[in-house]
């Protein structure tokens, strides 16, 4: 079979590299193993077409262009890629700002669309224009769905009662544990100031006062714009020395990182499944965040959940929890426990199944 996942993001963007893009090479390269699979990208400084894990990811778009123009140039062109490509089955993965591309309007074959975030009430929330309702006719184009959770089937049963949705969440590796001293606290994920929630944690991890001398790691990339506005935020909040600025990271650092954390904070506003926060379970890491619907997967417990951006209770709570290791062990292992549940290998072979079927 010939599978194409579209996405504007990929595992090597250096200016996203999300969870969306880490997933869906995940699955990809486990369907090669019997399929022929291809991932079409945005393009962006020195990417080239390429095999990676036996996946062929083919770039379009102009490659000088900055990152939020570039994804507007890859909306354009994806239909005509669409259009001249050889597939059995197409998966487009969602991307901001519209969600869809419309790719059914323009060709016959057989589309999936993959929604790792619907984002139009976000992107309508953001700049005050209807990228809702763009998103909600969109939608109405596609026949199949995979989604990542019971929300999303919900939303798009709201446009289309008809759709065939197929619910499969990502998954993670879970790790070996190997115990080490606790450091810092961790955020890792996109720089996005509004809809990560940045600002609301420099604000939470400000009250704690000078006399807190846990470091705030932060790790991640975005564009330029937004990295600097972070740094204006920590030098504003008179933070800058608490607050440990890594960029992105991967591998080795990446493990320490998660290793080395009393816990994991995902002060998103917006989310529709967040990875990282899979990522923290497995690594037996309590996490603190938002009570938002994306994340209402974690079950009870697994989390620590705050009322909806209240920022003195994230911080009291960010205390008590740096405070407490047996509180820690507690939420951790019940997390751990939840990421047993998510393999990747099976959640490849669930997208083998729905797709074969």
């Given at each position: ?6 996405n504007y993001?990929?595992?090597n ?26 991932v ?17 990811y ?8 900055e990152?939020?123009l570039?994804?507007?140039i ?5 239909p ?17 700002p ?12 057989r ?24 998103e ?5 184009l596609?026949?199949?769905f995979i ?18 949705i ?35 944690l420099l604000?939470?991890?400000?009250k ?15 564009t330029?714009s937004e990295e ?7 030098r ?11 960029g ?6 990446k ?6 954390a ?21 690594y037996?890491l ?13 079950k ?25 290791f ?6 951790g ?25």
């Amino acid at each position: 079979m010939k599978i194409v996942f579209s996405n504007y993001d990929d595992v090597n963007n250096p200016y996203y590299g999300g969870g969306g893009a880490y997933a869906i090479h995940e699955v990809a390269k486990r369907l090669a193993k019997r399929h022929k699979v291809t991932v079409v990208t945005g393009n962006y400084p020195n990417a080239k077409t390429q095999f990676i894990d036996s996946v062929e990811y083919r770039r379009i778009g102009l490659s000088f262009l900055e990152p939020k123009l570039s994804q507007l140039i890859f909306h354009l062109l994806l239909p005509y890629y669409f259009r001249k490509s050889s597939f059995d089955v197409w998966i487009e993965s969602f991307t901001p700002p519209f969600s869809t591309s419309f790719l059914p309007f323009f060709g016959r074959g057989r589309v999936i669309g993959l929604a790792h975030m619907l984002a139009g009430e976000d992107m309508k929330r953001k700049y005050k224009l209807p990228f809702d309702l763009i998103e909600k006719f969109g939608l109405k184009l596609y026949r199949e769905f995979i989604v990542l959770n019971k929300k999303t089937e919900e939303k798009i049963r709201g446009i289309d009662r008809t759709a065939k949705i197929a619910i499969i969440p990502n998954g993670i590796n879970v790790p070996k544990i190997a115990k080490t001293r606790s450091k810092h606290i961790l955020f890792i994920g996109r720089i996005e100031i509004n809809q990560k929630g940045l600002d609301l944690l420099l604000k939470a991890y400000e009250k704690l006062g000078e006399s807190f001398d846990i470091p705030l790691l932060i790790a991640g990339s975005g564009t330029k714009s937004e990295e600097n506005k972070l740094q204006r935020m920590i030098r504003d909040l008179g933070i800058q020395k608490k607050i440990k600025l890594v960029g992105r990271i991967e591998g080795r650092e990446k493990e320490r990182a998660f290793r080395e954390a009393y816990c994991v904070v995902i002060p998103s506003r917006y989310e529709t499944f967040s990875l990282v926060s899979l990522e923290a379970a497995s690594y037996r890491l309590p996490i603190v965040s938002f009570d938002i619907e994306g994340l209402g997967w974690l079950k009870e417990g697994c989390a620590i959940k705050i009322p909806h951006f209240n920022v003195d209770k994230f911080s009291k709570t960010l205390f008590v929890l740096t405070s407490d290791f047996r509180l820690r062990e507690k939420v951790g292992k019940k997390a751990r426990n939840l990421a047993r549940t998510f393999s990747w290998d099976d959640i490849a072979e669930k997208y083998e199944e729905y797709l074969m079927g």
